[in-house]
C-alpha cells in the first residue's frame, strides 16, 4: 500500500475553527503533490501536544503499526511531538520502515543526519512547551496575588476578558444569593434546595436546569464571600472582585453542611407550604385543594386546628405590612435621631483602631505561616488549611471596618430603609408565587394556627420598625428620648440586613 495519511494538529478546538487546520492541510497536500504521493485518511486532533495519550494520534499510530498505510505527512515536528514520548512512537514507527514526511522541514528522516536534525528540532519543541507552562504559570500567580481569577468565573459572574475581574452577572447574581440565603435556614437538602431555585428560574451558563453537584459546587466556593481558592492546590487568595455573600454567611453554609441539616423537598407546589405550624399539636399545616380552594390543616386526629384558606392567610398578611407604615413627620424625626447616634457614637471610635491592628496582627501570623512553610516546619496541606482560617478571619474583620465606614452614611440608608416598608404591601401583590412564598419567609418568622386564629410574628429585623410605628411622633422628636435611642443600632442594622437586600432585589 502506498498511500500516506495526513496528520493536523491544533492545541485547542477554537485554535481549530479558524484557518490553522487548513492551512496545515493545504501545505501537505502540496509537499505531498510535489512528491507523488497520495493521503489516504486524514488524522486531526484538536489538543494540546504537550499531553501524551492524545487519542486522534494513538489510533493514527495503531493504524500505522497494522500496516495500513506506508507513511505519514506531518506539517511541522512541533505539530507530531512537543512531549518525548510521542516523539518516541515516531521513532518506532520509522524504526518499523514506515516512512516519515515533515511538510515545511528539509530534512531527509530516513537518513542518520536527518533524524538527529528532527530529534534536536523535537528537543527544542519539547523545551519551548516547558517554558510556555511554566511563563503561564507565572502570569497565573501574578493575576491571583492581585485578586483576580484568571479562570472561568463561577455560575454568577461573568468573564470580562484575561486579566479582568470578574463581574455580577445581572441575571444570575441574585439568584445565587438566594440560594446561599435558603441554605443557610437549614430547611433544605441539596436536592430540594435544586428544585426551589429552579422554580425561581436558576439555570446554568447553557441555560438548563442545575445539576445537584452544580448547586453543592456553588455553595462550597468562597468565591462567593471574597476569597479565591484554587480546586488543585488548595491555595488562596484575596479576591478583588464583589461578593455575593459575606464571610460569616459562608463559614455558616460550611457548617451547615457538614451536619447534612435540611429538609426533603416536598411534592406539590403550594405557595405557603410547610410554613405553618399547628398552635396545639405542634405539626406542620398540610396543603390541600378543594373546589378551586387551597386550604391548610392540621390532620392530627382530634386536634381542634381544622383548616385555614389562602385567602384568609394572605389578608392578615397584608395587615402586618401594613403595620410598617409610617407617616412622613415620624420618618424625619427617626432619621433625625439616627444621624445624632452616629455623631455621638461612632465619630472617633476607639473601635475602629482595634480592628486595624487586629489585621495587621493577621498579616504578621500569615507571613510567619510562609517563614514556617519556607523553613519546613510545616507541610503544604497544613499550611493550606491554616491560611484560608486566617483569610476567612482577615475577610471578617475587613468586612466589620467597611460596615463601621458606612455608618456615616446610615441616616440616608435609615430613610430609604423605612420607604421601602411603606411599600411593602403593594411589593407583596406584584410578585409572583414562588417569590410571595420567599416574601413571607423573609417577613415573619412563627407562624402559628390556633383553631381559625392565624398568629404572625415578624422576623426580628423587623422589630424596630414595629417598635417606631408603637411611638407617637412627639416621643420621638425629643432628644432626651432614651427609649428609642436604643432602637437606633438595632434599625439601622435592619437597613442594612440581608433581607433588606433580599426586598430591594424583588423591586427591581
Excluded at 501570623?365 to 510545616?378: G, P, S, Y
Amino acid at each position: 500500500m502506498n498511500t500516506y495519511f495526513g496528520y493536523v494538529r491544533v492545541s485547542t478546538i477554537k485554535q481549530g475553527e479558524g484557518v490553522s487546520i487548513e492551512a496545515q492541510k493545504e501545505a501537505i497536500n502540496n509537499y505531498a503533490a510535489h512528491n507523488g504521493l497520495e493521503i489516504s485518511a486524514w488524522f486531526e486532533e484538536k489538543e494540546t501536544a504537550a499531553k501524551a495519550g492524545r487519542p486522534v494520534f494513538n489510533g493514527m499510530v495503531g493504524a500505522l503499526k497494522k500496516r495500513q498505510a506506508k507513511g505519514l505527512i506531518v506539517h511541522k515536528i512541533d505539530r507530531s511531538a512537543r512531549n518525548f514520548r510521542d516523539w518516541a512512537h515516531i521513532g518506532e514507527l520509522a524504526d518499523d520502515g514506515i516512512d516519515i514526511h515533515f511538510a515545511t522541514e528539509t530534512l531527509d528522516f530516513g537518513s542518520r543526519g536527518g533524524r538527529l536534525s528532527a530529534d534536536i528540532q523535537a528537543v527544542i519543541a519539547a523545551d519551548y512547551i516547558r517554558n510556555l507552562k511554566e511563563e503561564t504559570r507565572k502570569g497565573i500567580e501574578g493575576r491571583l496575588k492581585q485578586g483576580i481569577y484568571p479562570f472561568h468565573a463561577p455560575l454568577g459572574y461573568i468573564n470580562n476578558g484575561g486579566g479582568k475581574v470578574k463581574t455580577l452577572d445581572p441575571e444570575r447574581a441574585a439568584l445565587i444569593k438566594e440560594l446561599f440565603r435558603l441554605y443557610a435556614t437549614g430547611r433544605y437538602t441539596i436536592q430540594s434546595l435544586r428544585h426551589e431555585m429552579i422554580a425561581r428560574g436558576l439555570t446554568n451558563r447553557e441555560g438548563a436546569p442545575p445539576s445537584k453537584r452544580l448547586v453543592e459546587k456553588t455553595l462550597s466556593n468562597p468565591f462567593y464571600c471574597g476569597i479565591i481558592r484554587i480546586r488543585t492546590t488548595g491555595a488562596t487568595y484575596k479576591g478583588i472582585h464583589k461578593p455575593l455573600i459575606t464571610a460569616r454567611q459562608f463559614q455558616q453554609i460550611q457548617d451547615i453542611k457538614k451536619n447534612r441539616f435540611g429538609k426533603q423537598h416536598t411534592k406539590h407546589d403550594y405557595l405557603f407550604r410547610g410554613l405553618f405550624q399547628c398552635g396545639h399539636c405542634g405539626f406542620a399545616m398540610t396543603a390541600e385543594r378543594q373546589k378551586g380552594n387551597v386550604y391548610y390543616r392540621c390532620h392530627t386526629f382530634g386536634c381542634i386546628t381544622k383548616s385555614l384558606r389562602e385567602e384568609h392567610i394572605e389578608n392578615q398578611f397584608a395587615g402586618l405590612l401594613k403595620q410598617l407604615w409610617l407617616n412622613q413627620e415620624a420618618k424625619d424625626g427617626i432619621v433625625a435621631e439616627v444621624s445624632k447616634w452616629v455623631d455621638d457614637k461612632i465619630k472617633g471610635n476607639a473601635q475602629f483602631q482595634h480592628q486595624e491592628s487586629q489585621l495587621a496582627e493577621i498579616d504578621e501570623k500569615m507571613e510567619a505561616l510562609t517563614d514556617a512553610l519556607i523553613d519546613r516546619l510545616l507541610d503544604k496541606e497544613t499550611f493550606t488549611k491554616r491560611k484560608e482560617i486566617l483569610l476567612l478571619e482577615k475577610t471578617k474583620i475587613s468586612e466589620d471596618i467597611e460596615k463601621a465606614r458606612d455608618f456615616l452614611a446610615a441616616p440616608d440608608d435609615v430613610r430609604k430603609f423605612l420607604e421601602l416598608m411603606k411599600s411593602l404591601a403593594e411589593l407583596y401583590e406584584n410578585l409572583k408565587p414562588v417569590e410571595k412564598r420567599a416574601f413571607v419567609e423573609i417577613v415573619t418568622s412563627n407562624r402559628i394556627v390556633c383553631g381559625k386564629k392565624l398568629d404572625l410574628e415578624p422576623s426580628k429585623w423587623l422589630e424596630p420598625v414595629l417598635n417606631c410605628t408603637a411611638a407617637s411622633y412627639s416621643a420621638l422628636s425629643r432628644p432626651e428620648t432614651r427609649t428609642f435611642t436604643n432602637w437606633v443600632p438595632q434599625l439601622i442594622a435592619s437597613a442594612w440586613s440581608e433581607e433588606t437586600d433580599t426586598l430591594r432585589e424583588f423591586l427591581k
